[in-house]
């Protein structure tokens, strides 16, 4: 049987009372409950203690309360106990008992809903422990034992204050915070080397916030908060690639870590603890099918061990694996970690790893704001945190793709122009090399009169399949034009048909349909961008599989589009995108077909030629993304300059871009493929 050994108690972590000068590391004073410091509830039967680690469920005292722990031992990593309280958050613990395979069960009540029962088994592996929580109903001495329409919010404090080789004890706790890590942009980075804003509830100068001893962590995938001025600790700037949090032992020879796959959030609190709480999925699920689950891990200090243990055990977190081992960038050159991979990034550009995914918008106040699925960003300190607010339609479902354009229209009305996944489905019958009559994406529009805080006038623009939106302008005359993608189900391939729009995004109306024949679900004229230009004729830029850009012109404000023809510009299967400039000139950022100083493209990146992606066999290559500009309206461009490039696999992508020039000659560039976040002079660029 495995020996446990229990160290004095010291206080945890989240149990704070917060005060303008105060803070109180301890709950209310309560009458102490009788018994020892110790009680073992249940502890489960090891059948294999060499190589499993060993689960017991015991209470704890601590300010005279017992708390409930899981208490886990692993065999591999030389005296290395970890303790989490199951749960933080308004549960009440009821029983544990063993189960086969060294197994353990919990029940907790849920005290919001009594009728509700969370039941969490905790399964060891060699190296690893699994937790996974499910919501049961409680029929006994309960009427109505329907669950929640939501299930529990649940908080596990995973503790390191037994394991000598990992506790902060005896050194002060700064030191702790600099053996814990996370994996961001850098690649495994030690908390103490992020960015780590101070406690706001306590004076800039306190022992506690010289370093901060605290701080959340947020994923990559979302925008920096704003931190709270009530906050118990601050939102740093360094964003998570994948919700693994861990510590490495004094020695450096072990680490030890929590993961899962849906956090949004991680912690670093009080007490020799971590957090990193995972959602409870599928979020669409009933509430009797979801389940909430992490992963629990000790071993030898590997990290890229450790995250090809989590792929193992979360599938979802595979790609960020290559975070752990850091390439060697060609000389100049840095580096950026995503979660698709790592990226070199070119000397003339800057990395910024705050911004979420464009598109942007200037406000009126001077704010900035973006988009996400279900929400709106606003940034009052030029894109290093974001708040969030609801974005909604009365009686209309909606939910943004990460393709979509947003302007603000001359008369100070956002308008927002998008992807429904709401309403998602795609099939390809590749027999009939054709689309399923029932595959849907529409393309929507909403728009605010009110800075973003309301949204009006939503609308289906199209209403079958579009694979693309991702550019929309607003000419010198007010007209608002969109190049809107269309699927043609009986001919399999897809054209362009722009919408405009002369009140500003209220109604919208159809001009004429651009189509260059094709077949297969990535075939025809697709992913159009937009510039207008002195004459007051509007160029439209397309991608196709025909190896460059293919280019359509308008006299009358998108109405017609009466000149289509190829362009001089060779370019990937893949969309580009124009931008006029303060300066007057234009950009362009595209995929060139080639990589730099190369005559042809690898073949891993060749597609089409069987009537599936494409007629002709086309090269897709993505890996590098290119900028170039025109000071005579895209008859002549500057010699293009790469500025970032996937450095992991020429089938690597860095695609569809997001230009935002957030102050004139200063641009943001962000990607949809491959979480690109660039900024970069104009003038950089023109003399690289």
Same mark, same amino acid.
Request: with cysteine.
């Given at each position: 049987?495995?020996?446990?050994?229990?160290?004095?108690?010291?206080?945890?972590?989240?149990?704070?009372?917060?005060?303008?000068?105060?803070?109180? /590391?301890?709950?209310?004073?309560?009458?102490?409950?009788?018994?020892?410091?110790?009680?073992?509830?249940?502890?489960?039967?090891?059948?294999?203690?060499?190589?499993?680690?060993?689960?017991?469920?015991?209470?704890?005292?601590?300010?005279?309360?017992?708390?409930?722990?899981?208490?886990?031992?692993?065999?591999?990593?030389?005296?290395?106990?970890?303790?989490?309280?199951?749960?933080?958050?308004?549960?009440?613990?009821?029983?544990?008992?063993?189960?086969?395979?060294?197994?353990?069960?919990?029940?907790?009540?849920?005290?919001?809903?009594?009728?509700?029962?969370?039941?969490?088994?905790?399964?060891?592996?060699?190296?690893?422990?699994?937790?996974?929580?499910?919501?049961?109903?409680?029929?006994?001495?309960?009427?109505?034992?329907?669950?929640?329409?939501?299930?529990?919010?649940?908080?596990?404090?995973?503790?390191?204050?037994?394991?000598?080789?990992?506790?902060?004890?005896?050194?002060?706790?700064?030191?702790?915070?600099?053996?814990?890590?996370?994996?961001?942009?850098?690649?495994?980075?030690?908390?103490?080397?992020?960015?780590?804003?101070?406690?706001?509830?306590? +004076?800039?100068?306190?022992?506690?916030?010289?370093?901060?001893?605290?701080?959340?962590?947020?994923?990559?995938?979302?925008?920096?908060?704003?931190?709270?001025?009530?906050?118990?600790?601050?939102?740093?700037?360094?964003?998570?690639?994948?919700?693994?949090?861990?510590?490495?032992?004094?020695?450096?020879?072990?680490?030890?870590?929590?993961?899962?796959?849906?956090?949004?959030?991680?912690?670093? +609190?009080?007490?020799?603890?971590?957090?990193?709480?995972?959602?409870?999925?599928?979020?669409?699920?009933?509430?009797?099918?979801?389940?909430?689950?992490?992963?629990?891990?000790?071993?030898?200090?590997?990290?890229?061990?450790?995250?090809?243990?989590?792929?193992?055990?979360?599938?979802?977190?595979?790609?960020?694996?290559?975070?752990?081992?850091?390439?060697?960038?060609?000389?100049?050159?840095?580096?950026?970690?995503?979660?698709?991979?790592?990226?070199?990034?070119?000397?003339?550009?800057?990395?910024?790893?705050?911004?979420?995914?464009?598109?942007?918008?200037?406000?009126?106040?001077?704010?900035?704001?973006?988009?996400?699925?279900?929400?709106?960003?606003?940034?009052?300190?030029?894109?290093?945190?974001?708040?969030?607010?609801?974005?909604?339609?009365?009686?209309?479902?909606?939910?943004?793709?990460?393709?979509?354009?947003?302007?603000?229209?001359?008369?100070?009305?956002?308008?927002?122009?998008?992807?429904?996944?709401?309403?998602?489905?795609?099939?390809?019958?590749?027999?009939?090399?054709?689309?399923?009559?029932?595959?849907?994406?529409?393309?929507?529009? /909403?728009?605010?009169?009110?800075?973003?805080?309301?949204?009006?006038?939503?609308?289906?623009?199209?209403?079958?399949?579009?694979?693309?939106?991702?550019?929309?302008?607003?000419?010198?005359?007010?007209?608002? /034009?969109?190049?809107?993608?269309?699927?043609?189900?009986?001919?399999?391939?897809?054209?362009?048909?722009?919408?405009?729009?002369?009140?500003?995004?209220?109604?919208?109306?159809?001009?004429?349909?651009?189509?260059?024949?094709?077949?297969?679900?990535?075939?025809?004229?697709?992913?159009?961008?937009?510039?207008?230009?002195?004459?007051?004729?509007?160029?439209?830029?397309?991608?196709?599989?025909?190896?460059?850009?293919?280019?359509?012109?308008?006299?009358?404000?998108?109405?017609?589009?009466?000149?289509?023809?190829?362009?001089?510009?060779?370019?990937?299967?893949?969309?580009?995108?124009?931008?006029?400039?303060?300066?007057?000139?234009?950009?362009?950022?595209?995929?060139?077909?080639?990589?730099?100083?190369?005559?042809?493209?690898?073949?891993?990146?060749?597609?089409?030629?069987?009537?599936?992606?494409?007629?002709?066999?086309?090269?897709?290559?993505?890996?590098?993304?290119?900028?170039?500009?025109?000071?005579?309206?895209?008859?002549?461009?500057?010699?293009?300059?790469?500025?970032?490039?996937?450095?992991?696999?020429?089938?690597?992508?860095?695609?569809?871009?997001?230009?935002?020039?957030?102050?004139?000659?200063?641009?943001?560039?962000?990607?949809?493929?491959?979480?690109?976040?660039?900024?970069?002079?104009?003038?950089?660029?023109?003399?690289?």
């Amino acid at each position: 049987m495995t020996r446990f050994r229990a160290r004095p108690i010291q206080t945890l972590c989240l149990l704070l009372i917060a005060s303008a000068s105060l803070w109180i /590391i301890r709950p209310a004073p309560a009458e102490e409950e009788p018994g020892p410091d110790l009680v073992v509830v249940a502890e489960a039967t090891n059948p294999q203690p060499d190589s499993l680690p060993g689960i017991r469920v015991v209470k704890e005292k601590m300010w005279g309360k017992y708390f409930p722990l899981i208490s886990v031992r692993f065999p591999n990593v030389p005296d290395f106990q970890c303790d989490s309280w199951c749960y933080e958050a308004a549960v009440e613990f009821l029983d544990a008992r063993p189960l086969d395979g060294g197994a353990m069960e919990m029940r907790h009540r849920d005290k919001n809903h009594p009728q509700t029962l969370v039941v969490t088994t905790i399964t060891p592996y060699p190296e690893a422990v699994i937790v996974e929580a499910r919501m049961e109903s409680d029929a006994e001495g309960h009427l109505d034992a329907l669950l929640p329409e939501a299930p529990t919010g649940l908080n596990l404090c995973w503790q390191l204050r037994h394991a000598p080789g990992f506790a902060s004890m005896p050194d002060k706790y700064p030191e702790f915070v600099k053996r814990c890590f996370i994996f961001t942009d850098r690649g495994r980075t030690f908390l103490a080397d992020t960015e780590r804003i101070k406690i706001p509830v306590q +004076a800039p100068d306190h022992e506690y916030n010289t370093p901060p001893w605290v701080q959340s962590y947020i994923a990559a995938s979302r925008p920096v908060p704003i931190t709270p001025p009530n906050a118990w600790a601050g939102y740093s700037p360094a964003r998570f690639l994948t919700p693994v949090i861990g510590a490495v032992s004094r020695d450096g020879k072990y680490l030890a870590a929590l993961a899962n796959d849906s956090s949004d959030s991680m912690s670093q +609190a009080w007490h020799d603890c971590l957090h990193n709480n995972p959602r409870w999925l599928p979020v669409d699920a009933p509430v009797a099918e979801r389940r909430w689950r992490l992963g629990i891990y000790a071993m030898e200090n590997d990290p890229k061990a450790l995250l090809e243990r989590v792929a193992v055990d979360f599938p979802k977190e595979k790609r960020p694996t290559l975070a752990a081992s850091r390439p060697d960038p060609r000389e100049g050159w840095s580096l950026a970690a995503t979660r698709a991979g790592w990226i070199e990034i070119a000397p003339s550009v800057r990395w910024l790893k705050s911004l979420p995914l464009g598109p942007f918008a200037r406000l009126s106040d001077g704010g900035i704001l973006g988009v996400a699925e279900t929400e709106i960003l606003v940034s009052h300190d030029e894109g290093i945190t974001w708040e969030s607010r609801p974005l909604s339609a009365p009686d209309h479902p909606i939910k943004v793709s990460s393709e979509r354009a947003l302007i603000r229209a001359k008369n100070g009305t956002l308008i927002l122009m998008f992807l429904n996944m709401a309403s998602y489905q795609w099939e390809w019958d590749a027999e009939k090399s054709l689309p399923t009559p029932g595959t849907h994406l529409p393309v929507w529009s /909403i728009r605010s009169l009110d800075e973003g805080k309301t949204w009006i006038d939503a609308q289906e623009v199209y209403g079958g399949y579009s694979g693309d939106i991702h550019h929309m302008i607003q000419t010198r005359k007010g007209t608002v /034009i969109a190049p809107v993608q269309e699927t043609l189900f009986e001919e399999g391939r897809h054209a362009l048909r722009p919408r405009y729009s002369r009140d500003e995004g209220k109604t919208w109306e159809r001009a004429n349909l651009l189509d260059i024949g094709g077949r297969g679900h990535h075939d025809g004229l697709i992913e159009g961008t937009l510039a207008e230009l002195p004459d007051g004729r509007l160029w439209l830029l397309c991608r196709t599989n025909l190896g460059r850009f293919w280019s359509a012109f308008s006299d009358n404000e998108g109405e017609d589009w009466r000149v289509l023809q190829p362009s001089e510009i060779p370019a990937s299967s893949a969309p580009g995108t124009l931008t006029r400039l303060a300066s007057g000139r234009l950009m362009l950022v595209w995929n060139r077909p080639v990589p730099e100083g190369a005559t042809e493209a690898p073949e891993e990146v060749m597609e089409g030629g069987d009537r599936q992606w494409s007629d002709e066999r086309v090269s897709n290559y993505r890996a590098e993304l290119s900028v170039s500009f025109s000071e005579d309206e895209g008859d002549t461009w500057t010699q293009p300059v790469v500025v970032a490039r996937r450095v992991d696999a020429p089938g690597a992508s860095l695609a569809y871009t997001y230009v935002f020039e957030h102050q004139a000659g200063e641009i943001w560039l962000t990607t949809m493929q491959g979480d690109l976040r660039l900024g970069f002079r104009e003038e950089d660029l023109l003399n690289p």
